[in-house]
């Protein structure tokens, strides 16, 4: 297994999204993977508040809760980093996004308080604003977010599908107030690369742009870390399954080019495709977030960690499409 960090924490540089968790994927299968995964050293898992409301039957909390349970039956204290996130969760049964709590002072600091009640913990490792919210002034949210670290309700902080701009100003705020910076940022991102012509498909999906990862390039430069987390690493099995078709968004010409120089590193290193799509991010300093269903799936993206691909590989593949 990799490491890496984030913030201060040493964590596995490969993440288990555990969304399914509690709701499609059944208590002994999720508690299985849970225990192979952290079996092979992993550390990091992802959730969210809101997971999985959209699912008929469920009505979100389900993996939170889930997680918590598996806490307790495992005695699992600070060995294992859960990131989850909040102001997806819709405040009328039923309903989607458009009802979605947001990222005001008061739906920040509730939905907290209940993560830390499902989670069993009385500080939250991680925490990410789930989407942006702009009915809500940034220097509220960026408030309501200090106020919890301050109060030792939470850790670390991160921002998932935020606009460059609004990574920058959420900077500029914390660093004149002199509040804790977000330094975990979660995106849609894998070895393909979209058109930004086009929207995704997904429901609340915010592709990783070539400006956001220049962001974060020149913060690094500048002595600013942030930790790059990478959802739908694999494209929900696209690279290897027929039966899964790509987002329209990989509808151009790049796409094809970076394939067969993908399939040229895949002959050469006997690593399926996945693995050499995992091993490319992490090399990348990305964090691959896995969503998995079976142990092959997991054991799968476990050996990505093993596999080291050469300068030379990973420059073509860089420079691909």
Known sequence: ???????????????????????????????????????????????ADCYQFWVEGFHG?????????????????DEVVIATKLGAQPTVPGTGLETREGLSAEAVAEAAERSRERLGTDRLDLLYAHQEDRSVPLEETMGAFAGLVADGHVAELGLSNHRTW????????????????????????????PRFDRPLQSMGHMHATPELLDFVRAERAEGREYTVVAYTPLLWGAYTRRDKALDPVYDHPGTAARLAVLDDVVAETGATRNQVVLAWLMDNGVVPLVGVSGTAQLDEAIEAGDLALSGEQRSRLDEAG
């Open 61 to 77: 909390h389900e993996s939170e809760t889930f997680l918590g349970r598996w806490r307790r039956e495992r005695g699992v204290t």
């Open 166 to 193: 609004r990574l920058e100003r959420a900077r500029s705020i914390a660093e004149a107030r002199h509040w804790p910076r977000p330094r975990v940022l979660q995106y849609r991102y894998s070895y393909l690369q």
């Open 1 to 47: 297994m990799r490491y890496t960090a984030i913030g201060d924490r040493r964590v596995s540089a490969l993440c288990l999204g555990a969304m399914k968790f509690g709701s499609e994927t059944d208590d002994a299968t999720a508690s299985a993977l849970l225990d192979r995964f952290v079996e092979a050293g992993g550390t990091f898992v992802d959730t």
